[in-house]
Structures are given as C-alpha cells and as structure tokens.
C-alpha cells in the first residue's frame, strides 16, 4: 500500500530553520508530483509548496515564498521541505501529498487535487 511518511518536525525559535522529509514507498514515486500543505487548528488545509515529478518545477505560496524550498530525491523516494527563518504564523501540522494526476511541470495547489497523504509532522515556531 502507499506509505508516505513525514519526519524532521520539532520545536523551533523564530527565524530558526527546519528541513522535513517524506519517504514514499508503495507507487512509482518519480511519475507523482510532490505537495506540502499545513493545516493549524480550527483553520483549512493550505498548501505550502509542491514539486514536479521530474523536479523541474517548483511553485510555493505568497506566504512562503523566498523561505520555504521544495526538493525531490526521486533515488531516494523522498522529497524535502526546507524551510527558513521562521515565524509564528508558521506553527502547523505539515502533511506531504502525493499527486499522480499532474503531468509534466503542472503543479497543484488545492487538497483535493493529491491522492495520498502523510500522517503530519508537527512544526511549532516558538518566540
């Protein structure tokens, strides 16, 4: 079955940086392109970031932008968030996704768009 499992959450300071990986198994990883999102209590899923299958397109959102970086191991069935100088507004439980409808560089951004998802990793950013 697919497995899609998120690691590299943890507490961290304003402005600090974490790195979040997803280790896929069950399906051909390097025909799905790859999606971040978060979701905070009591608010919607957001996406955060995705990556093309081929790892030739990357788009993240306005919030993010200029912070956050998308990445794909498609060796290693693994993709990465990395994400820099922090903010509050950023504490979320962060899920990757996998999307096996997008072809070529194109890149989804709503939820309901991906077929298989992660347990989540919870990110806090702290003062």
């Known amino acids: 079955q697919v497995q899609l499992v998120e690691s590299g959450g943890g507490l961290v300071q304003a402005g600090g940086s974490l790195r979040l990986s997803c280790a896929a198994s069950?399906?051909?990883?390097?025909?799905?392109?790859m999606g971040w999102f978060r979701q905070a209590p009591g608010k919607e899923r957001e996406f955060v970031g995705a990556?093309?299958?081929?790892?030739?397109?990357?788009h993240c959102a306005d919030s993010v932008e200029g912070r956050f970086t998308v990445s794909r191991d498609n060796a290693k069935n693994t993709v990465y968030l990395q994400m820099s100088s922090l903010k509050l507004e950023d504490t979320a439980v962060y899920y990757c996704?996998?999307?096996?409808?997008?072809?070529?560089?194109?890149?989804?951004?709503?939820?309901?768009?991906?077929?298989?998802w992660g347990q989540g990793t919870q990110v806090t950013v702290s003062l």
């Open positions: 990556i093309s299958w081929s790892g030739l397109w990357t």
């Open positions: 069950g399906l051909s990883f390097s025909n799905y392109a």
């Open positions: 996704a996998a999307d096996r409808t997008a072809s070529g560089s194109s890149i989804h951004t709503k939820h309901w768009e991906y077929d298989y």
